[in-house]
């Protein structure tokens, strides 16, 4: 009597990545995921004292100004400026990676220099800010600003601010010298010669979640 064997498919017997992605790929994703916990940490324990909180200073009153405009009355004009100026950097790196695939060496250099020049002026703008609210008097341990309700308000805002606001200062920062260093690599035709522009593509997955980040810390802070 014949017996029918049924053969067990082997969906992973090593020498490849089981998920279909670079080594390089995967070990970034698994960074930004870790990265995502301590952002995702630092905003909870805001929004938790934010909300804890009977009265909170107006980020209408706080974030007015803008460079060249004396004293101007323009809630939110400037960080919408800064908000835009990182979005276009984002959009800048999907076509550096799209010319990556490409194997377009000048298309790739040129997205390559228009991301670090955005991350670069917006660095220059969170610099102003800073500068700006410093002026002002506020700082860790410092908040010249009133509630809502016009009681006095407790360090907490700006003692979360210039925290998450420098964290995630830190990392465009760090994905501004890791875009010239790519970059400086493209024009050596590092890439060119490995036959792959991969280290563009995995530098993006930094950019773009530098950007996300920002679209939440934005969100927290000057919208609410």
């Given at each position: 009597m014949d017996t029918a064997v049924t053969a067990k498919k082997k969906?992973?017997?090593?020498?490849?990545?089981?998920?279909?992605?670079?080594?390089?790929?995967l070990m970034m994703w698994y960074f930004l995921m870790?990265?995502?916990?301590?952002?995702?940490?630092?905003?909870?324990?805001?929004?938790?004292?934010?909300?804890?909180?009977?009265?909170?200073?107006d980020p209408n009153e706080v974030f007015r100004s803008f460079p060249g405009m004396g004293h101007a009355n323009l809630p939110l004009v400037f960080v919408s400026l800064m908000t835009f100026i990182l979005i276009m950097s984002s959009v800048t790196m999907v076509l550096a990676v799209h010319a990556g695939h490409m194997r377009?060496?000048?298309?790739?250099?040129?997205?390559?220099?228009?991301?670090i020049v955005g991350g670069i002026a917006f660095l220059s703008c969170q610099a102003w800010e800073w500068t700006h609210l410093y002026?002002?008097?506020?700082?860790?341990?410092?908040?010249?600003?009133?509630?809502?309700?016009?009681?006095?308000?407790?360090?907490?805002?700006?003692?979360?601010?210039?925290?998450?606001?420098?964290f995630h200062g830190l990392h465009v920062t760090s994905g501004v010298i890791l875009n010239i260093v790519i970059l400086a690599n493209v024009l050596?035709?590092?890439?060119?010669?490995?036959?792959?522009?991969?280290?563009?593509?995995?530098?993006?997955?930094y950019w773009h979640f530098v950007d996300l980040v920002w679209v939440f810390?934005?969100?927290?802070?000057?919208?609410l």
């Amino acid at each position: 009597m014949d017996t029918a064997v049924t053969a067990k498919k082997k969906w992973w017997a090593g020498g490849y990545s089981p998920f279909n992605v670079s080594y390089g790929k995967l070990m970034m994703w698994y960074f930004l995921m870790s990265d995502a916990f301590t952002f995702g940490a630092l905003l909870i324990s805001y929004g938790t004292i934010r909300f804890s909180s009977p009265s909170w200073p107006d980020p209408n009153e706080v974030f007015r100004s803008f460079p060249g405009m004396g004293h101007a009355n323009l809630p939110l004009v400037f960080v919408s400026l800064m908000t835009f100026i990182l979005i276009m950097s984002s959009v800048t790196m999907v076509l550096a990676v799209h010319a990556g695939h490409m194997r377009d060496k000048k298309a790739v250099a040129k997205w390559m220099l228009w991301t670090i020049v955005g991350g670069i002026a917006f660095l220059s703008c969170q610099a102003w800010e800073w500068t700006h609210l410093y002026h002002e008097g506020a700082w860790w341990g410092r908040n010249p600003f009133l509630n809502v309700d016009g009681t006095l308000a407790s360090t907490n805002f700006t003692n979360f601010f210039f925290t998450i606001t420098g964290f995630h200062g830190l990392h465009v920062t760090s994905g501004v010298i890791l875009n010239i260093v790519i970059l400086a690599n493209v024009l050596k035709g590092t890439y060119e010669h490995r036959g792959h522009y991969e280290m563009v593509e995995k530098v993006g997955l930094y950019w773009h979640f530098v950007d996300l980040v920002w679209v939440f810390v934005f969100t927290c802070f000057y919208l609410l």
